[in-house]
């Protein structure tokens, strides 16, 4: 059975950070695009960071470039999500996602295969 399960998430304060951690169980990650999203409460579910499986450039959305970094360690079958000064509106839950076809998308309509989540919240 395949399946993603995200590792990492928790309470920070503003100007912190955390990684989040995502494994993929049944298949080999590397052969997938990686792609975060984040959802908060009352609103659809955003694309934060994405990139290829074999690792390689990554795509950021614009409020958390510089601050998020995306990677791959294929040994571990693993991707991270590396948050630095994290503020409260990157709360919400995060889930780890992968799709096959063309290149790294944050769209998610491209998903073949969602994680349950982890919950982030930024708060003081």
């Known amino acids: 059975q395949r399946q993603l399960v995200e590792f990492g998430g928790g309470l920070v304060q503003p100007g912190g950070s955390l990684r989040l951690s995502c494994t993929a169980s049944g298949f080999v990650m590397s052969v997938y695009n990686v792609v975060w999203f984040r959802q908060a409460p009352g609103k659809e579910r955003e694309g934060v960071a994405c990139?290829?499986?074999?690792?390689?450039?990554?795509d950021y959305r614009d409020s958390v470039e510089g601050r998020f970094t995306i990677s791959v360690d294929k040994d571990k079958n693993t991707a991270y999500l590396q948050m630095n000064s994290l503020k409260p509106e990157d709360s919400g839950i995060y889930y780890c996602?992968?799709?096959?076809?063309?290149?790294?998308?944050?769209?998610?309509?491209?998903?073949?295969?969602w994680g349950r989540g982890t919950q982030v919240t930024v708060s003081s």
């Open positions: 996602a992968l799709h096959l076809l063309g290149p790294p998308s944050l769209n998610p309509r491209e998903i073949d295969l």
């Open positions: 990139t290829r499986g074999i690792g390689g450039s990554a």
